[in-house]
């Protein structure tokens, strides 16, 4: 068992009720897993337990009483949704048990996940956690997170996640799928596919075939995609590695099944680096790659993160990869100074290369990338795209394009969009840009997809 699994912050779960029930069971499951909580099978491993209860008929608060008693005989920290919670504005479960630390109605994830992070917060690593730390404040409702496997078969030099989280284990096809099924009846309109090694997904288990909606299909990335393009909904690919089978993806990102975006962390260009760093597929030719995926989808999104400043890294190496920038012409770009995390193996490499220097070519990096992303959206000028709407604030909303992830990308600004609600999407023609973000108006609400 990896040391993560004893300091991550463990949640036990009970699910009573109907199938409605159930979808809030698997929201909240969802969300805790893609902020980083481990689901816990016991009361005593637990360090808190939520009850999702029913209230429909007696036996069912019955029940539902019973078993807020034993979670907290047992355990001690509880958390009560669902229907019973929803009865006399929580009263009957306050009177019947008055230690419970808090009490929502059903389908009342933001409250839930409030009241999970008041009393057992989820401290952000940026190291390990695969949502970013804004993300905590709760995704919206309309989209949601599927964490499709947990661990890691590479061994980065920079990274600790596989220690701390051990090899690669992924869900099964038809749990991920029913997963995101109920999410998408439960109005979800965006689904962001994570992992620590997406492209790897099923490698564990031999691709192993399983059954989804009465059809045979494998556990592998490509039949992930098409089966989920078939809900209907945006689909988005994070960390993806670049493997020859992620060409796989791009004619289904062509055909609109799944979103024209890939989050591919690159890290380096120079091959001496990416050796030294043992990244996946570092012989891979990365821009004869991205040539090709532009070929195919000439919509397609490219978004990369990078370090500079990895010991040993030359003013000749830094170079090749500014150079790496320029010819890739990558739309979105995260880029961090090598920072020796305790227990990386990087950190025993000879030469680290000084702070100041790191700094220097972190601004470098950037100011070229500024130039490249400025001038990539101001070619979207005049044209129509299809956005998602995060928010409304005031008349103005706040909403998404393909090419931008929640919280990592820019964001897409309507004015005179006081009708339009969270969820919904709409076409718009852009009118200006700058180096994040976009601003459009709106030429037709819709809710067909692109
Ligand atoms: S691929 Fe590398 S960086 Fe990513 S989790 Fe695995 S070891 Fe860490």
Not at 198 to 225: C, H, M, N
Not at 315 to 341: I, K, M
Not at 364 to 384: D, N, P, T
Request: charged share 25%; aromatic share 6%; glycine share 6%.
């Amino acid at each position: 068992m990896s040391s993560h699994t004893k300091t991550a912050k463990k949640i036990g779960f009970i699910s009573l009720g109907c199938p409605k029930a159930l979808v809030d069971s698997e929201h909240i499951l969802t969300q805790l897993r893609a902020e980083g909580y481990e689901i816990s099978s016991s009361y005593e491993n637990a360090d808190l337990v939520v009850v999702n209860t029913c209230g429909f008929i007696d036996s069912a608060v019955e029940e539902s009483l019973d078993a807020i008693g034993e979670a907290l005989t047992e355990n001690g920290k509880v958390i009560v949704t669902g229907c019973l919670g929803a009865k006399e504005d929580g009263d009957i479960v306050k009177k019947a048990h008055p230690q419970v630390l808090a009490v929502t109605g059903p389908n009342a994830l933001p409250e839930v996940m409030s009241a999970i992070h008041h009393h057992l917060p989820q401290p952000h690593n940026p190291y390990t956690d695969l949502v970013p730390a804004q993300g905590i404040k709760l995704t919206p409702k309309h989209y949601a997170y599927i964490k499709i496997s947990e661990g890691c078969n590479h061994r980065c030099t920079f990274c600790i996640i596989p220690s701390m989280r051990g090899d690669l284990v992924s869900r099964p096809i038809h749990q991920v799928m029913q997963e995101a099924e109920n999410l998408v009846n439960a109005g979800v309109k965006e689904l962001l596919i994570i992992s620590q090694d997406t492209s790897a997904y099923g490698v564990d288990i031999k691709y192993r075939t399983g059954f989804w909606q009465g059809r045979p299909i494998k556990t592998r990335l490509t039949e992930l995609a098409q089966a989920l393009g078939s809900l209907d909904v945006w689909t988005r690919m994070h960390y993806v590695y670049p493997y020859p089978h992620v060409d796989e993806l791009i004619p289904l990102m062509a055909a609109g099944k799944i979103l024209p975006y890939l989050d591919v962390p690159l890290q380096h260009a120079s091959p001496r680096i990416l050796k030294a760093m043992k990244r996946p597929a570092n012989t891979e030719n990365n821009l004869a790659r991205i040539q090709q995926w532009r070929r195919i989808c000439p919509d397609i999104t490219l978004r990369s993160t990078f370090i500079v400043g990895f010991p040993g890294e030359t003013e000749a190496e830094f170079e090749e990869l500014l150079e790496f920038l320029q010819q890739a012409q990558l739309d979105r770009v995260g880029c961090f100074t090598y920072s020796p995390v305790e227990g990386a193996n990087a950190n025993k490499l000879p030469d680290p290369v000084p702070e100041e220097i790191k700094q220097q070519r972190l601004a470098r990096f950037m100011a070229v990338q500024a130039e490249i992303s400025q001038a990539r959206l101001s070619h979207k000028i005049g044209q129509k795209i299809t956005v998602l709407v995060d928010e409304i604030r005031e008349d103005q909303a706040i909403a998404r394009s393909s090419a931008d992830a929640p919280e990592i990308d820019g964001q897409v600004y309507i004015d005179n969009a006081n009708h339009l609600k969270p969820g919904d999407f709409v076409t718009v023609e852009v009118t200006n840009s700058d180096q994040h973000d976009l601003q459009a108006k709106i030429k037709d609400k819709e809710t067909k997809l692109p």
